[in-house]
């Protein structure tokens, strides 16, 4: 995510060097000891000087981070939405495959993009695939298909299932001439996996 810098971390009395990691879902320091601060529990996040101050609960916390500290504190209290993450936007054509979240479809629709049941023609923009198990992997040569050249194709799985990894569904990605490109939190319990067709085959 472009979200990690070396700092100093300041909270309380305690002054300590280590990296501070600005995820999805908290924002992490880790140095002599470990400190994680769910963004839902930060009331303000101000960045003056290179340092970027968060307010949580009664605590306060500082991280010098220079010239980052601005856009982190923009990126804390203004969240890209889930479907910024995921590259939607208004008129593009999407298609919602495999397990289907019913979330994900009411987001689109709002979001104003256009949802199909078959590719067109030339393809579809973007192809979000639901995969819960390994041997729903068979299909992403069939997938990639209804993929414009320059489209994007999001495998979605459960997070921390034995029934598909990370690295078999990078694999089979991989055996059908994709490129994975990012990876992002989808929901509580599903990751999202990118992926591409490479430019020399477009």
Known sequence: MGYEARCTFRIGDDVSRGTAVLEHQDLIFRGPTRVAIPLKTISSAVADDGA??????????VFDLGAVASRWADRITNPRSRLDKLGV?????AMVIGERHADLLRELKTRGARIVRTAPADGSDLIFYGASKRDMLDRLGEVKRSLKPNGALWVIRPKGSAAITESEVMAAGKNVGLVDVKVVSFSDTH????????????
């Open 89 to 93: 936007k208004p008129g593009l054509t």
């Open 191 to 202: 990751t999202a996996e990118k992926f591409v067709i490479p430019r020399r085959d477009r």
């Open 52 to 61: 970027l101050t968060v307010r949580f609960g009664r605590t306060t916390a």
